[in-house]
């Protein structure tokens, strides 16, 4: 059955609760810089992550891991520029917030006073619960990632999917109700069994958020650069492109180059 759909002019924490509690789904993607930050909040996506996966599909690396905590700013900066309507959660980048809760409330603080972010996100339950607690007391929204975590990766040795086994999956149940208890105002749930997923979005009343995670839960989120196939060698099964951006800008580029060598560029029209 289709749900009407609330018209927000701003979303919200507030906001996300309550299109849980409507049974209205929650849409979510990345971004990293102006232009495509503002395409997306132009297209009423509710929530603009900024992810850390930015040290993947903007800087090249390998992990999430070698981002930095000035970089995230510096991206989140230039999404926040752009906004109007969506909510802007920014990545803790790995090595700012595990070891030492004061370390997390500082690095919390330096990514909402100097990017104007919204909220912040961490990877993890109960290893990171003072963490979460230090960053919650002192007024910051959090959302909660479990599931694959990309920041533990070496840890895991695999992007598999992850609590297949009970003894995992029951600690992500507990996890999961955890950061609920603790205060957070959503989770994502990443490459979880579907049947798991709904478990623990059926027993919350905070939104979960799904990447790989089925369709039973409150939300979706994507990396707008895989969404719009501008990669092309990352491929998971729950991945859904709307686009193959690579092969259309490339044969543009193409057009362009040889629109230069042969004098076709720039045409009468097009000069002063």
Do not use: W
């Amino acid at each position: 059955m289709s749900v009407a759909k609330k018209e927000y002019k701003r979303v919200t924490v507030k906001s996300l609760v309550d299109m849980k509690k409507n049974g209205e789904r929650i849409s979510m993607l990345t971004a990293y810089d102006y232009s495509m930050a503002k395409i997306i909040d132009d297209a009423n996506v509710d929530v603009i992550l900024v992810g850390d996966s930015a040290s993947n599909v903007m800087a090249g690396h390998e992990t999430t891991l070698p981002i930095t905590l000035d970089q995230m700013i510096y991206h989140a900066s230039s999404v926040i520029r752009a906004i109007t309507r969506s909510l802007v959660v920014v990545d803790i980048p790995f090595g700012s917030y595990q070891s030492d809760p004061r370390e997390a409330l500082r690095s919390a603080i330096r990514i909402m006073k100097e990017s104007g972010a919204h909220a912040i996100k961490v990877e993890g339950g109960l290893e990171i619960k003072d963490s979460v607690k230090r960053i919650l007391n002192a007024g910051i929204p959090v959302m909660g990632h479990l599931g694959l975590t990309p920041q533990s990766i070496y840890k895991f040795g695999t992007y598999t999917v992850r609590a297949k086994e009970n003894e995992e999956a029951t600690k992500l149940k507990q996890d999961a109700l955890l950061l609920q208890k603790l205060g957070c105002f959503a989770i994502v749930l990443e490459k979880i069994p579907a049947k798991l997923a709904k478990e623990v979005a059926e027993s919350l009343t905070i939104p979960v958020i799904g990447i790989g995670a089925g369709s039973d839960v409150d939300g979706q989120v994507l990396v707008i650069h895989d969404l719009l196939g501008m990669t092309k060698e990352f491929n998971p099964r729950f991945l859904r492109r709307y686009m193959n951006l690579y092969e259309e800008m490339g044969n543009a580029i193409s057009q362009y180059v040889d629109d230069v060598k042969t004098r076709d560029f720039p045409n009468e029209e097009e000069q002063y």
